[in-house]
């Protein structure tokens, strides 16, 4: 079955750059996503990436996909105390009409002032 | 502005005695979703509405149940809740396969 894992947590300071990495192993998901989901708030979709891009900049996030090695990893730059929250990264499986996500287990950013 | 909406956003039901759980949107999506999400996990897909077409996950258990009488809302009903079951409960919606978009969630204890 398909397996999404992240490591738990990640501490750094503000104003240096965040990388959260991911390991997924449905090599047949079209595409791939980054979810933030603060305290006791739903899930917000930061970022996707096609399954045939290698990388995808969107503002202070970049996103690298390494296809071979079913990685994916997220990169924030310039990362403030209100980047502190749970990332999820998720694979989407296609099933026609709609898209089911499979999510990791999340990494707990924490930005020190 | 258009959104999914949650209620209540925190539930405490006793073991056993049956729960509702309410979602609605104003995204006028067609597929809606519920997600199991306990405490430091992964959110688990727990079935979603195609439009009136229920489709259930193959490892959700009975006791779960959903309703979607209309397009605006869908209700996660949790027949005989056990202690295993406290959890958040997260709905999506989506246009076909397009992002989901999600409720702020409503967490669940049971005593």
């Known amino acids: 079955g398909e397996d999404v894992e992240q490591s738990l947590f990640l501490s750094v300071r503000e104003g240096d750059s965040s990388v959260i990495n991911c390991t997924y192993t449905?090599?047949?998901?079209?595409?791939l996503y980054w979810y933030k989901q603060e305290p006791g708030a739903g899930l917000q979709l930061l970022t996707y990436?096609?399954?045939?891009?290698d990388m995808k900049q969107d503002q202070r996030l970049t996103v690298l996909l390494n296809k071979k090695d079913k990685h994916l990893s997220l990169r924030i730059a310039d990362t403030q105390t209100g980047d502190s929250a749970i990332y999820f990264c998720a694979e989407g499986e296609y099933g026609g009409a709609t898209n089911k996500l499979i999510f990791g287990t999340g990494t707990l950013l924490a930005v020190q002032p | 502005d258009a959104m999914v909406i949650q209620n209540p956003r925190y539930q405490v039901t006793q073991f056993g005695k049956p729960v509702t759980l309410s979602c609605s949107q104003t995204?006028?999506?067609?597929?809606m979703y519920w997600y199991q999400q306990k405490s430091s996990q992964a959110p688990k897909l727990l079935f979603h509405?195609?439009?009136?077409?229920?489709?259930n996950e193959a490892d959700t258990p009975d006791n779960f149940q959903s309703r979607r009488p209309n397009t605006s809302f869908c209700f996660l009903d949790i027949r005989s809740p056990g202690l295993g079951d406290a959890a958040m409960y997260l709905c999506?919606?989506?246009?076909?396969?397009?992002?989901?978009?999600f409720g702020p969630g409503t967490r669940l204890t049971v005593l």
């Open positions: 509405y195609y439009d009136k077409d229920f489709n």
């Open positions: 999506a919606t989506s246009r076909d396969s397009d992002e989901q978009f």
């Open positions: 449905d090599s047949s998901s079209t595409y």
């Open positions: 990436i096609f399954s045939n891009m």
């Open positions: 995204l006028n999506h067609n597929v």
